[in-house]
Structures are given as C-alpha cells and as structure tokens.
C-alpha cells in the first residue's frame, strides 16, 4: 500500500544527446535512492519550442522509448516517460509513453489540450501549430494502483482529472511546463485543487530552469497528497524529487469525506466518449 516515487527535473540543452545522457543519469539516480517509480519532465529530450519538435521528433520505437524501455527493465522500475515529441503518420505529437518494470509499454499519453495563448505583457506560444491534439484518457495499471496520466495544459481541465478518478485513478502524474507568467500564480494552487477535488496523490513534473533556453520553465515539481497538502517540492533548479505514496491515505481520505460517491448523476454526467 506504499511505494516511493522519484521526480527528475532537468535542464534540457539544445542537444538530444545529451538530454538523454541527463535523463539517464537522473534515472539511475532515482532507483539506486529506492524510487519504484520514477517520472520526467515533459519534452525532456527536446526543446520546448515549435521549430525544434519536427527536428527531435521520433517514431515509436524510436530512440528515446528504447533507452526508457530498456531503463525500466533494467531497473525493475515502473517509468512515466515525461513526453518527447512523437512522429505518427505525418502529425508530430506531445507524448508521454508509460513502461512497465519489464520494459513493457502499458500507455501512452498524447496531449489533449494544446496550449495556444496570447498573455499580454507575458507569453505568447501556439503549440497547435507545430503539434496535433490526442483524444484519448490515459489510465494504467500497475503493481500499486491505477494511474492516470496527462501532460501540462491538460491538468487545467478538471473534467480530464475527473474522467481519471471515476476510472479508478488514485494517483495522477502530469509532466509540465508552465512558464514564469503562468508558474508563479498557477502552478501550485491547480496541482492541489487537482489533488483534492478527485482526492488523488497529483504529481507535477517539470523541467529545471534554463536561462539559456527559448522558453522558461517554471519548476517547482511538486507532489501533493489527497487532502491538498504538500508532500514534497523543488525549486527551480535541477534535481530529483522524492515522495512516498500511501494509497491507505488515499482510501482514508475518500472514505471520510465521501466527494466522489456523492456526484449527482441525476444532475450532471461527464461522459467518456
């Protein structure tokens, strides 16, 4: 009913080699500190930028998804692959691919909402013009209990969080980048109103801040228990976020404040497609 989840955040450079050099090395880190799950950042291996997703774009299998199969396995952990863009039939897509501690790809999570905004005095960014939009909930199942996984803009639609829950959900896990107008004022309170409307463990994985880079990420990784407290958190710098999940807390939580048995179907209903 308990296991130790580890959070890399890391610079992402200009170079996919060396990315996942890092993100190798994060990794081994995290499982030889007892991580049974560990986590990325999203566009670990890339930059976050529209021009760079067609040059780093991979089909799957390709050589980003080997190297964290192979990890998993090799480790006998569970590994939630922060995203990378994924190249599908012409379409470039944000991606999170899940493995199993055998090395088994068990879900891959294509983001829903893509993230097209115009923030005076702020930030200006069109994802859908260099990504194409996924359709699909991703739930999985491990060893612990199922899991629900989305990447960044997604964690604002609380519908999407809800679909996970009722899905049998008790842990979400959301690679994200949010930025320096955003972060600050956004990131921790939606992590915790996520955790606490669908009474999950929500963890938020971002990338470290890079000041050399185009676009920069907030950080603040951070996970958050079922009552909306903070389990753990990072700064903005890189390193690796540890935190252990009690699914007896969760099962606790649900129990005496009942939220999830009380929707009122008779009134509402949010359909899965």
């Not at 190798?24 to 499982?31: K, P, V």
């Not at 959301?174 to 955003?182: D, Q, R, S």
Request: net charge negative.
């Amino acid at each position: 009913m308990h296991f130790k989840i580890g959070v890399c955040q890391l610079i992402v450079a200009d170079n996919k080699e060396s990315n996942l050099k890092n993100a190798e090395r994060a990794i081994r880190e995290a499982a030889a500190n007892g991580s049974q799950l560990v986590v990325l950042p999203e566009m670990f291996n890339c930059p976050y930028e529209n021009k760079a997703f067609p040059l780093y774009a991979e089909e799957y299998p390709g050589e980003t998804t080997s190297m964290l199969s192979r990890l998993a396995r090799e480790l006998g952990i569970y590994l939630v692959g922060g995203s990378i863009p994924e190249r599908d039939q012409g379409a470039i897509y944000n991606t999170s691919f899940i493995y199993d501690k055998n090395g088994h790809l068990i879900g891959r999570h294509r983001k829903i909402h893509l993230f097209d905004v115009e923030i005076e005095g702020g930030i200006s960014f069109k994802e859908s013009a260099g990504l194409g939009a996924g359709k699909q909930v991703t739930v999985v199942d491990t060893e612990f209990c199922r899991i629900g996984v989305a990447i960044c803009y997604d964690m604002r639609f609380p519908e999407l969080m809800r679909l996970m829950a009722l899905a049998g959900a008790e842990v979400i896990i959301v690679p994200a980048a949010f930025n320096l107008t955003t972060g600050p004022v956004h990131w921790e309170i939606t992590a915790k109103a996520r955790a606490l409307d669908n009474q999950v463990y929500f963890v938020a994985a971002s990338p470290a801040r890079n000041l050399q880079a185009a676009y920069h990420a907030y950080g603040h990784s951070c996970i958050i228990d079922p009552w909306g407290q903070v389990v753990n958190k990072l700064d903005e710098k890189e390193g690796i976020l540890y935190g252990e999940i009690d699914l007896q807390y969760v099962q606790k939580v649900r129990r005496e404040l009942p939220l999830l048995q009380h929707i009122r179907k008779d009134v509402y209903e949010i359909r899965r497609n």
